[in-house]
């Protein structure tokens, strides 16, 4: 198999096998070690069950498991330490761009504020937020799928399947039954 000029890559995955079997990309060393490190730190709390006793006690299995995790992810260090780092390719430019980010960072600020504001204002901030990024088109179209995205999402989730989501700051439950109220549903 041939090793892809990252400067004419065309965006496809290269994660088929054999795609890049002959060097690394950036990033690829440190993920390595960091499962290394997720899988000693596994086996850790699995020995904090109860120990290596014997083979029928609780924590014979998790174990097993993570010391198999570990001993994965050490040879795949080992093996992709061995590798020559990739030439034309960057960890910022091609691995981790910038949006990508700006997402995750989107995504921990929706998380963080889903509780204090509620539902409805996280997720219409977060909706325009992104759609304005990801579509790099005007206000009126990003206003429209946003908020229209929302009201689709609400509907179809808090009056359909009746789910309940944080009210936050606004009144949502004085609401609904407002409109039930207008409905003729005094009950």
């Not at 174990?63 to 030439?87: D, W």
């Amino acid at each position: 198999m041939t090793t892809p000029v990252p400067e004419h890559h065309d965006g496809t995955s290269d994660a088929t096998p054999g795609g890049y079997e002959n060097d690394r990309r950036p990033g690829e060393l440190g993920f390595a070690l960091f499962m290394l490190a997720a899988s000693l730190g596994l086996l850790w709390s699995a020995y904090d069950i109860s120990g290596f006793e014997a083979l029928s006690a609780p924590g014979a299995i998790p174990m097993a498991t993570t010391l198999a995790m570990v001993i994965t992810a050490l040879i795949i260090a080992l093996r992709t330490a061995r590798l020559p780092l990739i030439r034309g390719e960057g960890f910022v430019k091609d691995i981790l761009p910038g949006t990508v980010v700006v997402m995750t960072l989107f995504l921990i600020a929706y998380a963080l504020l889903l509780r204090p504001l509620g539902f409805l204002p996280t997720s219409a901030l977060f909706l325009v937020a992104a759609v304005k990024l990801l579509s790099g088109r005007g206000w009126a179209f990003t206003l429209t799928v946003s908020l229209g995205s929302l009201v689709a999402i609400w509907l179809i989730f808090r009056i359909v399947f009746s789910v309940l989501m944080p009210a936050g700051i606004v009144p949502e439950a004085e609401f609904i039954q407002m409109f039930r109220n207008l409905l003729g549903g005094k009950a």
